[in-house]
C-alpha cells in the first residue's frame, strides 16, 4: 500500500511515524486540563473529544463516547464501530479534503503536549513467547540442553501480572526494594535491586470482549490494536522468587507502554507468518492466516544527561506465538476477557547479540556488560538512565510508527519499614 497523502504536511514526510496510513490512538491533556481523545496525524494530534462535543463525529447510537477522555468504551463496540470511525477521521484528512479549513481548529500541536493514558487497563497478562529470549534466559540458568522447558513449544507460557503499576510514556520509574539471596548467601535481605532490566515487548490490547473458548481467529477479531510495551524486571529479585510459582513482585513495579495504540487496522498490510513450527501445535493453537506483524523495533539506552545509545535493534516477527494464539490460549479454560485487558508479548529477541531485547541477554546475566557510545559500561540499569523503546512498520515510501515509549530509572527511595 503506498502513502495516503493528508493535507496536514507534516503527515507526508517519509521519516513521520503517524501518515494517514496510521491514525493511532491516544489521550492528551487538553487545554481545559480534562483528558480528551485524539489521534495523531503528523506532528498534531486531532482532538476527537471535541469534534464530538460539536457534532461532527457521532457512533451510531452512541452519545458522548468520548467524553471521559480515554478510549476503553470505544473499543468495546466492535470491528464495524472501529472500520467506520476510521473512515470518517480518513476521509477529513485526506489530501483536498473539502472540511479541511474548518478542522485546523481542532488540530493540537503535539510538542509539549502531556499524553496520557490512552486506555483503562482492566488486566494484564505478560507472556514468555520470543524463542531467542527464552533459550538465552534458559541457557544461562538450565544449560543448553534444557533451556527451553518441556511445554515451551506446545504453549504461550505467561503470567497474569499488575494492571494497577501500567504507566504512560514519560512516566519516572522508581528502583524497587525487595528481598534479594546471594549465591553464597544462607538467608535474603531486604535492599534494593541491583539488576534493574528493561524487557522490550509489544502488547496487545483487547477490545472486544469474551466468555468462553474463543478460537484464534476469533481472538484476532477481538484486538483493537498494538502498543509497544517496556516490562521492567528487577532481575535479582526474580531469581530468589520465582520458584515455584514464577515472577511476582520483580515485575509489579512499572510497565510502561507508548502513548499511541496503533490500530490492528493499520498494520493490515505488514502481517507475516510466525517461524515454522518445531513441534505442531495442538489444533486450537493453529493460525488460519498470517497473525504476526514485521514491525521494525529497537531500544536506546542514554545516561543521566548524556546521548543515547543504541543497545538492541530486532524486529516483531521473531516472536513463536502471535497475539491471538496468546488470547485464544488465555480463554481455554472458560477464563472471561475484558475490554482493556493487555497481552505482553514477551521479551522480543532475534537470533543475534545485537538483537536481544533485554539487558539480562545483552550482557549474559552481567558477564559481558555493554559498551555505550559515552564509553561507560552497563550490565543493568543505573539510578538516571532513560530507556526509550521504537518501533515502526515500514511500507512504501512511509511508517506506520508507534511513537517512543520512555522511562527513566529513579534511585531507590530509604528503607520505606524505617519509620
Known amino acids: 500500500m503506498p502513502l495516503m497523502r493528508s493535507w496536514v504536511e507534516a503527515a507526508n514526510a517519509p521519516d513521520c511515524d503517524f501518515p494517514l496510513n496510521n491514525l493511532p490512538c491516544g489521550s492528551f491533556r487538553s487545554e481545559d486540563g480534562e483528558p480528551h481523545c485524539g489521534v495523531a496525524i503528523g506532528d498534531m494530534i486531532l482532538d476527537v473529544t471535541r469534534l464530538e462535543q460539536d457534532g461532527l463525529i457521532q457512533m451510531e447510537d452512541e452519545e458522548e463516547i468520548f467524553f471521559y477522555g480515554d478510549w476503553t468504551e470505544f473499543m468495546s463496540l466492535g470491528p464495524a464501530a472501529w472500520a467506520a470511525f476510521r473512515a470518517t477521521v480518513t476521509e477529513m484528512l485526506a489530501e483536498g479534503a473539502a472540511d479541511a479549513p474548518g478542522l485546523v481548529d481542532y488540530l493540537v500541536p503535539m510538542a509539549g503536549t502531556e499524553m496520557m493514558m490512552p486506555f483503562t487497563v482492566a488486566e494484564y497478562t505478560d507472556f514468555y513467547a520470543g524463542k531467542h529470549h527464552a533459550t538465552n534466559v534458559g541457557t ?3 544449560g543448553p540442553e534444557n533451556a527451553l522447558p518441556p511445554n515451551w513449544l506446545s504453549i504461550p507460557v505467561g503470567y497474569n501480572g499488575r494492571a494497577s503499576s501500567v504507566v504512560v510514556s514519560g512516566t ?11 549465591p553464597d548467601a544462607e538467608l535474603p535481605v531486604f535492599a534494593p535491586c541491583k539488576r534493574f532490566d528493561l524487557e ?22 477481538m484486538i483493537f490494536g498494538y502498543v ?3 516490562d521492567w524486571s528487577a532481575r535479582d529479585i526474580q531469581a530468589w522468587e520465582y520458584q515455584p510459582l ?13 502513548p499511541w495504540i496503533v490500530p490492528k487496522a493499520a498494520l493490515e498490510p505488514f502481517r507475516c507468518d510466525t517461524p515454522a513450527r518445531e513441534r505442531p501445535l495442538l489444533d486450537y493453537l493453529k493460525e488460519p492466516g498470517p497473525m504476526l506483524y ?7 539506552l542514554a545516561p543521566e544527561g548524556k546521548a543515547e545509545t543504541v543497545i538492541s535493534r530486532t524486529n516483531y516477527r521473531e516472536m513463536y506465538y502471535s497475539s491471538a494464539q496468546q488470547l485464544a490460549h488465555h480463554t481455554t479454560s472458560g477464563c472471561p476477557m475484558s475490554t482493556g485487558d493487555m497481552l505482553g508479548s514477551g ?21 559481558e556488560p555493554v559498551t555505550l557510545d559515552t564509553g561507560e559500561t552497563r550490565s543493568f540499569l543505573e539510578d538516571g538512565d ?3 523503546l521504537r518501533g515502526a512498520a515500514l511500507g512504501d515510501g512511509y511508517r506506520v510508527g508507534f511513537g517512543a515509549c520512555t522511562g527513566k530509572v529513579l534511585p531507590a527511595l530509604d528503607d520505606p519499614y524505617k519509620r
Open 294 to 300: 514485521d514491525i521494525a523495533l529497537e531500544v536506546g
Open 200 to 221: 522490550l515487548e509489544m502488547g496487545a490490547i483487547v477490545g472486544v470482549p469474551s466468555e468462553g473458548p474463543v478460537t484464534v481467529a476469533e481472538a484476532d477479531e
Open 386 to 388: 532513560t530507556l526509550t
Open 228 to 230: 509497544l510495551l517496556n
Open 140 to 142: 544461562m540458568f538450565r
Open 172 to 182: 519516572d520509574v522508581r528502583r524497587p526494594w525487595g528481598q534479594l539471596k546471594a
Open 347 to 367: 521479551t522480543i529477541s532475534g537470533p543475534e547479540k545485537a538483537q536481544r531485547g533485554a539487558l539480562l541477554e545483552i550482557t549474559w546475566g552481567g558477564k
Open 246 to 258: 514464577g515472577p511476582f513482585q520483580s515485575k509489579a513495579t512499572a510497565t510502561t507502554i507508548s
